[in-house]
């Protein structure tokens, strides 16, 4: 007999019994078979595509399936997928082949449990699907679109059926015992208070559980069943609890209930659920998933949820998993309860992700390489294990010094970003501030053409980003500056700070950290600085970030744009920056203009290189290096270059300028920052180059000749090539106020 065909003998169970015949008895999913739904109009109609219908068991996949079968004019053929094989496909294609061709009537398919079908047998049926050979209905608990041939889903419309709610299942109830055909309405029976409604909550959603319970505690109450049409049945609550003492779990180690549940437990615990953790954990343990599998997964949230904001979580659940294989269950599940809760309710942090940033960026960037100076030197016998100019951090206090660790390529490029939470909180400052040190080592070389006398620079080659190397014992070059402005500075929270130059970025955090209610502008040389200092920012939120503006006060441009809505900033901050114009002249221009952008009471705060003030190339090279003469033109020409570049970069005439452009209560003091430098091949290239009109190299040229001149640069760089010298370097700091 077809499943599909025939009456129901009274030996049937109760669930195959009462399936729904047609629509109107159908109870549920009215979001697909509700009256004026695709599928109702379809069924209605007799006018189907293939279709897929999926969701938990007892939820009308099958019945639907037979109301079709009940409705259709099409001949309607079933196959089980669990025992139907490729040759059951291949002979009712046949036969629908025939009654396509000689009786021009269709053939609707009708396949339940189809995920249980492999690629092959799938493979059979795709053609005739195709052509139109047949129309398939396919049933499946499993989701179609990872279990099911794609091919065969990109052809089919994919129905989902949802868990009956408790009313719906009330519905149900009812309907069989008011049925005096197929329910149990020749009967009274009658229900315990409480009773028919634990049937119901315990059947989760389930129709076919609920039936199979009812029945039971139906039919176990009398004595004898049936007994005479018209006796009383009444069902007490242990009758109803021994029906269904507890619905099976539904879980498929190999299916989609298997992957949400893992999922819904792994969300838990990133969501710093405990409850829901347990849940989801003991549902899982209840329906015999490998507690293995369960502390594997709880490895990988140890570091991809927990992460750094709890480091020892990793060991945590590494040391539970040990131990549950040593004791085992039951009582393992304290150790798995122990990791569970652990991980639920320590801090937080992602920041692991960056991995993926970096992967990304393997992917999408060029490789430049690794740098020379972290290449492996043992091949290099003048190295002594270290590569040309790289710094052994351990030799240093804290045994870190800034130095480039990444490609040229992704220099100034942020992939970890620390949380506040936990360790990571702890450590985040460190973090920070080494970043924003390793980020004004690169930028500083922007800063060579316009810096102290001994810095100036082509400035155009991508290799020298990374060349000048400011480290000391104690803080670098770029951090010794910002704490000297940063000394006499009392910042209120809510001041608006404008920062004309900072090429290493160190001002920029500093007032950002001093000004929360307040603002941070920032103007940036050059689209290499404004890129690097915008991923330091990335980690803040948009609202919070320093408002970083590629331009100058010499572009009206830029000044329109920073006097937007007349706004007036309290401080103004800056480094290197008006020794970038050669001129009094312009010099004084750009004061003016700050002037007028500053509140009346606004301060000034400036470090500006003073010429001739810290070290020379002369004053490193010991007396009688070469001979006299040479040396003597050497020291000589030095000299006068340093007091041509100092005519107006001393104390004096800076004074005078600040204060002609109407600056008041002005002040100009000297100041030398101490440090160590590496005499590095390229600074020195950079240095003693012609290349650069104004810049050392080519002074000293106009001044020696350049034969002279060349010669002298060569036999600098064989003596100071690699060379770690102690470094002064002289500052001018001007501070001064606008008149209120």
């Known amino acids: 007999?077809?499943?599909?065909?025939?009456?129901?003998?009274?030996?049937?169970?109760?669930?195959?019994?009462?399936?729904?015949?047609?629509?109107?008895?159908?109870?549920?999913?009215?979001?697909?078979?509700?009256?004026?739904?695709?599928?109702?109009?379809?069924?209605?109609?007799?006018?189907?595509?293939?279709?897929?219908?999926?969701?938990?068991?007892?939820?009308g996949k099958t019945t639907l399936a037979r109301v079709i079968a009940g409705s259709t004019k099409s001949r309607f053929v079933t196959l089980?997928?669990?025992?139907?094989?490729?040759?059951?496909?291949?002979?009712?294609?046949?036969?629908?082949?025939?009654?396509?061709?000689?009786?021009?009537?269709?053939?609707?398919?009708?396949?339940?449990?189809?995920?249980?079908?492999?690629?092959?047998?799938?493979?059979?049926?795709?053609?005739?699907?195709?052509?139109?050979?047949?129309?398939?209905?396919?049933?499946?608990t499993e989701n179609p679109y990872f279990e099911v041939n794609k091919a065969l889903v990109s052809r089919s419309r994919v129905f989902?059926?949802?868990?009956?709610?408790?009313?719906?299942?009330?519905?149900?109830?009812?309907?069989?015992?008011?049925?005096?055909?197929?329910?149990?309405?020749?009967?009274?029976?009658?229900?315990e208070a409480g009773a028919l409604e634990h049937l119901v909550n315990i059947s989760a959603g389930d129709a076919r559980s609920l039936l199979n319970a009812l029945q039971l505690a139906v039919e176990t109450t009398p004595e004898t069943f049936p007994p005479e049409p018209g006796s009383a049945i009444n069902v007490s609550m242990a009758a109803a609890e021994e029906s269904i003492q507890r619905k099976v779990v539904l879980y498929d180690k190999e299916g989609d209930y298997h992957f949400d549940t893992i999922s819904a437990f792994i969300k838990s615990i990133r969501g710093s659920d405990p409850d829901a953790a347990l849940y989801w954990m003991a549902l899982m343990i209840r329906a015999g998933e490998d507690p293995r599998f369960i502390f594997r997964r709880m490895l990988i949230s140890a570091c991809e949820d927990v992460g750094l904001a709890a480091p020892e979580a990793l060991g945590i659940v590494e040391s539970c998993a040990a131990s549950f294989d040593r004791v085992g269950l039951p009582e393992g599940q304290y150790h798995l309860t122990h990791a569970a809760l652990y991980l639920a309710t320590c801090l937080k942090s992602n920041s692991a992700l960056g991995f993926f940033d970096a992967l990304k960026s393997v992917d999408d960037e060029k490789n430049k390489g690794v740098p020379g100076h972290l290449r492996d030197a043992n091949r290099d016998k003048h190295a002594f294990g270290h590569g040309e100019g790289y710094k052994y951090p351990h030799a240093w206090r804290e045994h870190w010094t800034?130095?480039?660790?990444?490609?040229?390529?992704?220099?100034?490029?942020?992939?970890?970003?620390?949380?506040?939470?936990?360790?990571?909180g702890d450590v985040r400052d460190t973090v920070l501030a080494r970043r924003e040190a390793q980020v004004a080592s690169m930028l500083d070389e922007d800063d060579l053409a316009s810096g102290e006398v001994l810095t100036y620079s082509p400035g155009d080659d991508e290799r020298e980003r990374w060349v000048r190397r400011t480290e000391s014992s104690q803080e670098p070059l770029a951090v010794s500056v910002r704490n000297i402005l940063f000394k006499d500075w009392k910042a209120r929270r809510h001041d608006r700070v404008l920062i004309t130059s900072d090429p290493a970025g160190t001002l920029i955090w500093e007032a950002h950290r001093s000004v929360p209610e307040g603002g941070v502008t920032a103007l940036c040389s050059s689209t290499r600085s404004y890129d690097a200092l915008s991923w330091l920012?990335?980690?803040?939120?948009?609202?919070?970030?320093?408002?970083?503006?590629?331009?100058?006060?010499?572009s009206p441009e830029t000044v329109e744009t920073l006097s937007a809505g007349d706004t007036r900033y309290d401080v103004i901050l800056g480094r290197n920056w008006l020794t970038r114009s050669e001129t009094p002249a312009v010099r004084s221009a750009l004061l003016g203009t700050s002037l007028g952008l500053t509140d009346p009471g606004g301060k000034l705060l400036l470090a500006e290189p003073?010429?001739?003030?810290?070290?020379?190339?002369?004053?490193?090279?010991?007396?009688?290096?070469?001979?006299?003469?040479?040396?003597?033109?050497?020291?000589?020409?030095?000299?006068?270059?340093?007091?041509?570049?100092?005519?107006?970069?001393?104390?004096?005439?800076?004074?005078?300028?600040?204060?002609?452009?109407?600056?008041?209560?002005?002040?100009?003091?000297?100041?030398?920052?101490?440090?160590?430098?590496?005499?590095?091949?390229?600074?020195?290239?950079?240095?003693?180059?012609?290349?650069?009109?104004?810049?050392?190299?080519?002074?000293?040229a106009a001044m020696m000749g350049n034969n002279e001149w060349n010669e002298t640069a060569i036999r600098l760089k064989a003596i100071l090539t690699g060379r770690t010298v102690h470094w002064k370097t002289g500052l001018l700091i001007i501070s001064a106020k606008k008149p209120a």
């Open 537 to 554: 920012a990335g980690g803040l939120p948009t609202a919070e970030r320093p408002n970083l503006i590629i331009g100058s006060l010499e």
């Open 402 to 424: 800034a130095q480039q660790y990444l490609p040229d390529g992704l220099t100034g490029r942020v992939f970890y970003r620390p949380g506040e939470l936990g360790y990571e």
């Open 1 to 59: 007999m077809d499943l599909f065909e025939g009456g129901a003998p009274s030996t049937e169970p109760l669930a195959a019994r009462m399936r729904p015949r047609n629509l109107e008895e159908f109870v549920g999913q009215e979001h697909i078979v509700g009256p004026g739904r695709l599928l109702r109009r379809a069924i209605d109609a007799d006018q189907l595509s293939s279709l897929i219908f999926c969701g938990p068991p007892g939820t």
């Open 610 to 700: 003073h010429p001739g003030a810290g070290t020379t190339l002369a004053g490193l090279l010991p007396e009688g290096i070469w001979e006299k003469a040479a040396e003597k033109q050497f020291r000589d020409c030095e000299r006068a270059v340093l007091e041509e570049l100092s005519a107006d970069q001393a104390p004096g005439p800076m004074t005078d300028i600040v204060v002609e452009s109407g600056w008041k209560e002005v002040s100009v003091v000297n100041r030398l920052v101490e440090e160590n430098r590496i005499m590095a091949e390229a600074l020195l290239e950079s240095w003693l180059s012609t290349g650069r009109q104004g810049g050392y190299g080519a002074r000293m």
């Open 160 to 191: 989902q059926l949802t868990g009956l709610d408790e009313s719906q299942l009330m519905t149900i109830a009812r309907q069989t015992l008011d049925d005096e055909m197929r329910g149990y309405g020749r009967w009274k029976v009658n229900f």
């Open 80 to 140: 089980n997928a669990v025992l139907a094989g490729v040759a059951d496909i291949r002979r009712e294609i046949a036969t629908a082949k025939d009654a396509r061709s000689l009786h021009d009537k269709r053939t609707i398919l009708f396949v339940d449990e189809v995920h249980r079908w492999n690629k092959s047998q799938q493979d059979a049926l795709l053609p005739w699907v195709e052509n139109g050979t047949v129309i398939l209905i396919g049933a499946t």
